[in-house]
C-alpha cells in the first residue's frame, strides 16, 4: 500500500472516531426532547434506561461471534458497573442540565487512572496528575456552586455515573482478551434487565412516538456509534481516538441548546471548560505510553 493510500485509511478512520463521537453527543438530544419531557420525571430515567440499552443490545447481537462467547467471573463486576453507569447517566440527564450530565460523566478519565493506580498498579505519569487536579477543579466549580440549586441531586448522579464509567473502563481493560462486541452487548442485555422489572411495573404506557424515539436512541445514539468506533481504532490510535472522543460532552449541550433551548450557568460552563482542559492536557501534552502489543485487545 502506497504512501498516499495509508494517508487516506487514516483520514478516513479519523472521521470515523470524530462521527462515532458526534452520534454519541445525541444523548442529551433525545433524552431531552418534548415527547421524552412528557413522561413523569420520576420515571423517565428508570424508562430510557431500560429501553435504551434493550434496543442497543439488539442492534449488535449480530455482530457476536458465536465461537467468541465465554463466560467468566470477571464479568460479574463489569456487568454491575455497566448497569450503574447506565442507570446513573439516564437519572442525571433528567435531574441537570445536558452539559453537567455529560461532562461530570466524562470526568472518568481521571477516576480510571486512579482506579487503575490502586488496584491494577499502573503507574500515574504527571501529565495524568495535573489532568487529575484541573478535572476535579472543573467537578468543583459544577457542583458545589449548585449546592442549593434544583440540579445539585442531577449533578451528584452524574458524578457517580463518571465513576461507574471509570470502573467499566477498568473492567473492560481486565477482560481485553474477550470479545468487544460479545462484552458490549452483554453488558447491554444485562442492564435492561436489571432494570426491566422496576420500569415495567411503573404502570405508564408510551406511545408509539416515543416508543420509536427509544429504539432509534439505541441503535443511532449507542449502537452504530460502538461499531464505528470499534472499526476506526483499529487504524487511529489511542491519543488520536481520545481526542477526537472530546467532541462528544462538547457537542451534546450545543445540540440541545440549538434544537430545546437549554441554557446553562456561567460557573457550569467553567467547571465544563476546565474538564475539558483537563483531559486534552492529558492526551495532547502528554502522550499516553504505547502498550506492550501482548497487552493490546
Known amino acids: 500500500m502506497s504512501q498516499s493510500d495509508d494517508r487516506g485509511k487514516l483520514f478516513r478512520a479519523r472521521m470515523l472516531v470524530l462521527l462515532a463521537a458526534v452520534l454519541w453527543s445525541l444523548s442529551g438530544l433525545f433524552v431531552k426532547s418534548p415527547p421524552f419531557l412528557s413522561i413523569p420525571e420520576a420515571h423517565r430515567g428508570l424508562i430510557l434506561a431500560c429501553y435504551r440499552v434493550f434496543f442497543a443490545g439488539l442492534f449488535l447481537l449480530p ?11 470477571g464479568l460479574i463486576p463489569l456487568l454491575i458497573a455497566f448497569a450503574s453507569m447506565n442507570l446513573l447517566f439516564m437519572f442525571a440527564m433528567t435531574k441537570t442540565s445536558a452539559a453537567a450530565a455529560i461532562f461530570l460523566q466524562n470526568t472518568s478519565v481521571a477516576w480510571a487512572t486512579l482506579f487503575g493506580f490502586l488496584f491494577l498498579k499502573e503507574r500515574i505519569e504527571r501529565g495524568s496528575i495535573l489532568s ?18 434544583k440540579n445539585f441531586t442531577g449533578n451528584l448522579i452524574a458524578l457517580m455515573s463518571g465513576i461507574a464509567y471509570a470502573l467499566v473502563v477498568i473492567f473492560f481493560r481486565v477482560l481485553r482478551e474477550e470479545h468487544p462486541a460479545w462484552l458490549v452487548t452483554l453488558c447491554l442485555f444485562v442492564s435492561a434487565a436489571i432494570v426491566a422489572p422496576w420500569a415495567l411495573t411503573l404502570g405508564h404506557s408510551l406511545t408509539g412516538t416515543q416508543f420509536a424515539l427509544i429504539a432509534l436512541m439505541g441503535v443511532i445514539q449507542m449502537g452504530t456509534p460502538y461499531l464505528i468506533f470499534s472499526h476506526a481504532v483499529k487504524t487511529v490510535n489511542s491519543q488520536e481516538a481520545a481526542l477526537f472522543v472530546l467532541a462528544e460532552p462538547i457537542l451534546n449541550p450545543i445540540w440541545v441548546w440549538i434544537f430545546w433551548g437549554e441554557t446553562v450557568s456561567m460557573t457550569t460552563l467553567v467547571g465544563c471548560s476546565l474538564i475539558v482542559l483537563g483531559l486534552a492536557v492529558r492526551f495532547l501534552f502528554f502522550r499516553p505510553k504505547r502498550m506492550p502489543d501482548h497487552e493490546k485487545s
Do not use: E
Not at 63 to 73: A, D, G, T, Y
Not at 134 to 145: D, P, Y
Open 63 to 73: 455482530f457476536v461471534k458465536i465461537n467468541r462467547i465465554r463466560w467468566r467471573p
Open 132 to 149: 487529575i487536579l484541573i478535572v476535579m477543579s472543573g467537578i468543583f466549580f459544577i457542583v458545589m456552586a449548585d449546592w442549593s440549586g
